[in-house]
C-alpha cells in the first residue's frame, strides 16, 4: 500500500509558476504509473499529466508546452512544472499512483492552485 502527499499548490498570478511535488511512501518499489488529476470547481477530475516508472509521459492537451512532469524512483516523488499558468488551470490538483498486480488506483488528499481572471 501507498500513501502520497502533495505539497507546491497556491495562488500565483496569471503568466507564473508553480510546481507541485508529491512524496509517495509505503511500498513503493510497487508503483508503476504516477500521475496528476485536476479537478475544477463544479467539474469531474481530469487527467493532467501522467509519467511511467521508465519516464514516459503523457499530457492533456490544455496543458502541451506548458507543464512538465517528472519523476524520482529513488525518492518516489513525482513532480508538476507549471508555466505560463491561466485562470483555465484553477483547481486542486491530486497526485496519483498506480500500485502492485492489481493497478490499484491510490490519491494524495489534493492541493489547490489558484490563478485569478
Known amino acids: 500500500q501507498v500513501q502520497l502527499v502533495e505539497s507546491g499548490g497556491g495562488l500565483v498570478q496569471p503568466g507564473g509558476s508553480l510546481r507541485l511535488s508529491c512524496a509517495a511512501s509505503?511500498?513503493?518499489?510497487?508503483?508503476?504509473?504516477m500521475g496528476w488529476y485536476g479537478q475544477a470547481p463544479g467539474k469531474e477530475r481530469e487527467l493532467v499529466a501522467t509519467?511511467?516508472?521508465?519516464?514516459?509521459?503523457n499530457y492533456a492537451d490544455s496543458v502541451k508546452g506548458r507543464f512538465t512532469i517528472s519523476r524520482d524512483n529513488a525518492k518516489a516523488t513525482v513532480y508538476l512544472q507549471m508555466n505560463s499558468l491561466k485562470a483555465e488551470d484553477t483547481a486542486v490538483y491530486y497526485c496519483?499512483?498506480?500500485?502492485?498486480?492489481?493497478?490499484?488506483?491510490?490519491w494524495g488528499q489534493g492541493t489547490q492552485v489558484t490563478v485569478p481572471s
Open positions: 496519483n499512483a498506480v500500485w502492485g498486480t492489481k493497478d490499484t488506483n491510490y
Open positions: 509505503g511500498i513503493i518499489f510497487s508503483i508503476k504509473d
Open positions: 509519467i511511467t516508472r521508465g519516464g514516459s509521459t
